[in-house]
């Protein structure tokens, strides 16, 4: 890629002097119907950009579905605790630039849906206000397989996490999402009763089914006659639609900042970098109306869990496989990961020979059209995804993408070696035993498990040993992986391998013993 010198911001003019010249929307929403926890780079070149394609649309008169013709679908945005976008936003007038990267080049666009963005952990009250707010039809959250706040083990609400306890018994200051959602629709149903949709946009498998077990089990733990309250409004009043998101959205860096400032000709402090395939299926379970997100692409679904099941396994799992045996490579990015043969290879056979047969198409997809696609946004070069952005927080996220695959594959008489080196690749990453290094990229994953692995590693002699220790006594996948001694052992073997002679050897055993079984 062509070297930028560095954009000279100073001189630019703000984005938000975008309007006068027409390089950003000029129609704003007229009023908030959204609020949005989780005002990350993914919800604003998502979630953002197909509301934006709305509110074209209803500007043009609408294609007379639900939602067209209205433009009170603007978004206030929640960051949960960093106030970097919300400050940067508010100073350029609510707008950022989408900036889509293609080997081909970059093209921009200016959303321009959101009407307000503040720090959820700064002003607890306004949060509970918002989405008890008359006006607010829609809660959407992109808070991340970590946010959600529910026990790996069973799946339930983490009732004994102290930020549970903490939104439990203060009620007008919650913390966590789960806490804020159930206070606001607690104030909902005291003050005005005014139906409205909670909608998980996060890669969790049935986003909404866990989202309203969660929200339920929160509201039935309010004390006395609040809970019985709380939870006949949420029965009567409130739909939790499943959805499944797809936008492979890096983090931001200044390489973005001056591509904006020589692009488009104006500074822009949080621009979000995306590659140029979106997607998003939604059930139409919508309590109070929607805006017509069908205008941006959004496919309305009977299919929802289909479609997310082939995501989070073909997309998501083989994604952490790459990850993980990138980082160990030395490997700082996706796409220069799986260009290596042997990391091509492993993605290749894990999809197809661990993932593909636990996944039912949904309609009209064709499944080999979709794994060449996946390689093909993966070898997006540009994009600079990295190994340690997919590698963060995969204590939650393999629980979403290696269980159940692996578990009906072993329950077949078929040892999944691909998952098992999955599991084994993360281990070496996120718990090096004494005197292995993992390398850089390994040590910039960020994981919520890294005490617990770390005194897992600390105790253990070897490979064999850690996967014991994590996956049999600290439930890392779940129970009923910890109950499979014939996974257990091959994670720790190929652990062993990795110690020994490195990453790529392990796949390659793998392989081996994948094309023997
Ligand atoms: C990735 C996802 O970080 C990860 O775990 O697998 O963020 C992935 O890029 C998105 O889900 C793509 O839609």
Same mark, same amino acid.
């Given at each position: 890629m062509a070297h930028l010198d560095p954009a000279p911001s100073a001189a630019l003019p703000p984005l938000s002097a975008a309007y006068d010249d027409g390089a950003a929307p000029r129609r704003r929403p007229s009023a908030a119907g959204i609020v949005h926890l989780g005002l990350g780079n993914f919800h604003r070149a998502h979630q953002a950009v197909y509301t934006r394609a709305a509110l074209d649309a209803a500007g043009a008169g609408g294609a007379g579905e639900a939602g067209a013709g209205d433009d009170a679908w603007g978004i206030i945005g929640v960051s949960s605790r960093s106030d970097t976008i919300p400050t940067a936003m508010k100073a350029q007038d609510l707008l950022y630039t989408v900036v889509e990267i293609s080997p081909e080049g970059e093209s921009f666009s200016v959303p321009?849906?959101?009407?307000? /963005?503040?720090?959820?952990? /700064?002003e607890p009250e306004r949060v509970v206000a918002s989405i008890a707010a008359a006006g607010t039809r829609i809660v959407s959250l992109t808070?991340?397989?970590?946010?959600?706040?529910?026990?790996?083990?069973?799946?339930?609400?983490?009732?004994?996490?102290?930020?549970?306890?903490?939104?439990?018994?203060?009620?007008?200051?919650?913390?966590?999402?789960?806490?804020?959602?159930?206070?606001g629709l607690q104030e909902r149903a005291r003050s005005h009763g005014e139906?409205?949709?909670?909608?998980?946009?996060?890669?969790?498998?049935?986003?909404?089914?866990h989202t309203e077990r969660l929200v339920k089990e929160f509201a039935g733990l309010l004390?006395?006659?609040? /809970? /019985?309250?709380?939870?006949?409004?949420?029965?009567?009043?409130v739909?939790?639609?499943?959805?499944?998101?797809?936008?492979?959205?890096p983090a931001t860096t200044d390489h973005y900042r001056e591509l904006v400032a020589h692009g488009l000709g104006y500074a822009d402090g949080v621009p979000v970098p995306a590659?140029?395939?979106?997607?998003?299926?939604?059930?139409d379970r919508f309590a109070a109306g929607r805006p017509a997100w069908e205008a941006g692409g959004a496919v309305f679904s009977d299919e929802v869990a289909l479609y997310e099941q082939l995501k989070v396994r073909l997309l998501n799992g083989t994604h952490s496989l790459i990850a993980y045996l990138g980082a160990l490579c030395g490997v700082a990015t996706i796409s220069e990961a799986v260009s290596s043969g042997?990391?091509?290879v492993a993605a290749r056979t894990v999809l197809r020979e661990e993932y593909l047969p636990s996944v039912t198409a949904p309609r009209g997809v064709d499944l080999a059209a979709y794994e060449e696609q996946l390689f093909v946004r993966w070898r997006n070069t540009a994009l600079g995804h990295r190994t340690s952005q997919v590698g963060t927080d995969g204590s939650v996220k393999l629980r979403q993408r290696v269980p159940a695959p692996a578990l009906s594959l072993l329950d077949a008489g078929t040892m999944p070696h691909f998952l098992a080196l999955t599991t084994a690749a993360y281990l070496a990453c996120l718990a090096p035993l004494k005197g292995f290094d993992p390398g850089p990229h390994a040590a910039a994953m960020v994981d919520p498990a890294r005490p617990m692995l770390a005194r897992a590693a600390a105790e253990s002699a070897t490979g064999h040993d850690l996967a014991r220790r994590v996956l049999r006594d600290h439930h890392l996948l779940g129970e009923a992986l910890a109950g499979r001694d014939d996974f257990i052992q091959r994670t720790g073997e190929l652990l062993d391998t990795i110690h020994r002679h490195g990453a790529s050897a392990a796949a390659a055993e793998a392989g081996a013993a994948a094309a023997n079984r």
């Open positions: 321009g849906v959101h009407t307000d /963005a503040f720090v959820g952990a /700064a808070v991340t397989e970590n946010g959600y706040f529910y026990s790996p083990r069973t799946g339930h609400l983490a009732v004994d996490d102290p930020a549970i306890q903490h939104d439990l018994r203060t009620p007008g200051r919650p913390t966590t999402p789960i806490g804020q959602i159930v206070r139906p409205v949709t909670i909608l998980s946009c996060d890669n969790l498998t049935d986003n909404g089914h004390p006395g006659p609040e /809970a /019985a309250e709380t939870l006949a409004f949420i029965e009567d009043h739909t939790f639609p499943s959805t499944m998101v797809d936008r492979i959205v590659e140029p395939f979106s997607m998003w299926v939604l059930e042997p990391i091509e």
